[in-house]
């Protein structure tokens, strides 16, 4: 039992690959967000809501992806149903990506708004899919 567990161990520390939401990467995922008096609202059924920042999901990514992203007096809101709302966000979807993605947002008083069924708003954000 002793020599499993520590072949165990030994795999993952020399792996070298970071799973991230069901993704395999390599390299640097850096968020970098500065969240100052706003609102991230989701009402309704499946509503996806994000602000400031970064997912990567069932994607392939090595290199740099980084997000620094500054929102301030800003609304994000999904209203209804299977709607989703980025604002300020990298999100890497289902993609391979090889080389660096680098989003620099600074978003003041802006409202991003997802109304009704299978909306998608995005504001500021770089989308892969």
Known sequence: MKKVIAFTVCFLFVSGSLTFGQSETSG?????????????????????????????????VSGYVINISNVKDSANIANGENNIVNMGVIEIDDAAVSGDVVNESTITA????????????????????
């Open 28 to 60: 640097t995922i850096l968020n970098k967000s500065g969240i100052n008096n706003s609102v991230n609202q989701a009402d309704g059924d499946c509503n996806t809501v994000n602000l400031g920042s970064l997912r990567v999901l069932d994607s392939k």
């Open 110 to 129: 802006s409202t991003n708004v997802a109304d009704g069924i299978d909306n998608e708003a995005n504001m500021g954000a770089i989308v892969i899919r």
